[in-house]
C-alpha cells in the first residue's frame, strides 16, 4: 500500500478574523495620526489594550509588516513606517506601470458591465462630494476606483501587485488630502470620469494618458505634503523667524 499522507479537516484558526480586526484598527490608527511614523508598536501593550493574547497581535503585525506599514526589527521590535519622498516616487511608479497595464487589459477584456462598475463609483465619489465626508472617506473611496479597475482587467498578477502596494497608497493619498483637503472636490469626479469615458469609447491610448494626468497630478500633492512637513520640521528646530 503506498505511504499516504492524511491531512484532519483544516479550517481556517479562529483567530484569523480576530487578527485581521486588530490589523484594521492600527492601520486606521496610523492613518489619522495616533500612531506615528517612527513610533514603536508593542505586542504586550497592543494586546492589553484589545484584551486578547500576544498571538492574534502578532499575526496582525505581520500582516502589516507585508504591506509595508510597519518595519520589524530584529531584537529591536516593530515601528510604524516612515515613507519618504523617495519611497513615494517608488510606490508611484509601481503604482502608475501597474495601472496603465490593468487600462489595457480592461479594454481588452471587460465586458460594458464592468465598466459600468467603475461610473457606479465615480457616482459615489459625487454623492460623497454633495453630501459631505471625512478624509479618510475620500481616500478610501479613490482607492476603490482604481481597485475596481485592476479587477475588471482580468490580470490576475496585475490586482495581487496592486493590492500589496494598497496600504502604501493610501497612506501617501490621506497624507495629501488632509493638506488639501478641498482638492478632491475640485478633482475627484474630473479625474475619474474621464478614465471612464475613455474605457467605454475602448480608447487605450486616451484612457491611458487621463490616467497618468490622474496619477501625476496625485504624486505632485503627495510631495507637495512632503515638502509642507519638512518646512513644519524645520521651523519646530529653528522656531519662527
Given at each position: 500500500?503506498?505511504?499516504?499522507?492524511?491531512?484532519?479537516?483544516?479550517?481556517?484558526?479562529?483567530?484569523?478574523?480576530?487578527?485581521?480586526?486588530?490589523?484594521?484598527?492600527?492601520?486606521?490608527?496610523?492613518?489619522?495620526?495616533?500612531?506615528?511614523?517612527?513610533?514603536?508598536?508593542?505586542?504586550?501593550?497592543?494586546?492589553?489594550?484589545?484584551?486578547t493574547s500576544r498571538?492574534?497581535?502578532?499575526?496582525?503585525?505581520?500582516?502589516?509588516?507585508?504591506?509595508?506599514?510597519?518595519?520589524?526589527?530584529?531584537?529591536?521590535?516593530?515601528?510604524?513606517?516612515?515613507?519618504?519622498?523617495?519611497?513615494?516616487?517608488?510606490?508611484?511608479?509601481?503604482?502608475?506601470?501597474?495601472?496603465?497595464?490593468?487600462?489595457?487589459?480592461?479594454?481588452?477584456?471587460?465586458?460594458?458591465?464592468?465598466?459600468?462598475?467603475?461610473?457606479?463609483?465615480?457616482?459615489?465619489?459625487?454623492?460623497?462630494?454633495?453630501?459631505g465626508y471625512s478624509?479618510?472617506?475620500?481616500?478610501?473611496?479613490?482607492?476603490?476606483?482604481?481597485?475596481?479597475?485592476?479587477?475588471?482587467?482580468?490580470?490576475?498578477?496585475?490586482?495581487?501587485?496592486?493590492?500589496?502596494?494598497?496600504?502604501?497608497?493610501?497612506?501617501?493619498?490621506?497624507?495629501?488630502?488632509?493638506?488639501?483637503?478641498?482638492?478632491?472636490?475640485?478633482?475627484?469626479?474630473?479625474?475619474?470620469?474621464?478614465?471612464?469615458?475613455?474605457?467605454?469609447?475602448?480608447?487605450?491610448?486616451?484612457?491611458?494618458?487621463?490616467?497618468?494626468?490622474?496619477?501625476?497630478?496625485?504624486?505632485?500633492?503627495?510631495?507637495?505634503?512632503?515638502?509642507?512637513?519638512?518646512?513644519?520640521?524645520?521651523?519646530?528646530?529653528?522656531?519662527?523667524?
Open positions: 500500500m503506498e505511504n499516504e499522507t492524511r491531512f484532519p479537516s483544516l479550517s481556517a484558526p479562529a483567530s484569523r478574523t480576530l487578527s485581521d480586526h486588530i490589523a484594521d484598527q492600527l492601520r486606521q490608527s496610523i492613518m489619522v495620526g495616533q500612531l506615528k511614523p517612527g513610533q514603536r508598536i508593542v505586542e504586550r501593550e497592543i494586546a492589553d489594550a484589545m484584551q498571538g492574534p497581535v502578532r499575526d496582525a503585525l505581520k500582516q502589516l509588516e507585508n504591506e509595508g506599514v510597519v518595519l520589524r526589527y530584529p531584537h529591536r521590535g516593530t515601528f510604524v513606517a516612515r515613507l519618504s519622498l523617495k519611497d513615494a516616487e517608488e510606490i508611484h511608479t509601481l503604482r502608475q506601470s501597474l495601472e496603465t497595464l490593468a487600462v489595457e487589459y480592461a479594454i481588452r477584456n471587460a465586458e460594458a458591465e464592468q465598466i459600468e462598475e467603475l461610473a457606479q463609483v465615480v457616482d459615489q465619489i459625487t454623492d460623497q462630494i454633495a453630501h478624509q479618510l472617506e475620500a481616500t478610501d473611496l479613490d482607492l476603490e476606483f482604481h481597485h475596481t479597475l485592476c479587477r475588471i482587467s482580468g490580470h490576475k498578477r496585475v490586482l495581487t501587485a496592486w493590492e500589496s502596494l494598497k496600504a502604501q497608497i493610501r497612506m501617501l493619498l490621506f497624507s495629501h488630502r488632509t493638506l488639501k483637503p478641498s482638492h478632491w472636490e475640485q478633482a475627484g469626479v474630473l479625474w475619474h470620469s474621464r478614465i471612464v469615458d475613455a474605457l467605454r469609447q475602448r480608447d487605450v491610448d486616451m484612457a491611458q494618458a487621463e490616467l497618468r494626468k490622474h496619477l501625476i497630478e496625485t504624486f505632485q500633492g503627495v510631495a507637495l505634503s512632503f515638502a509642507a512637513q519638512k518646512a513644519e520640521q524645520e521651523e519646530k528646530v529653528t522656531g519662527p523667524d
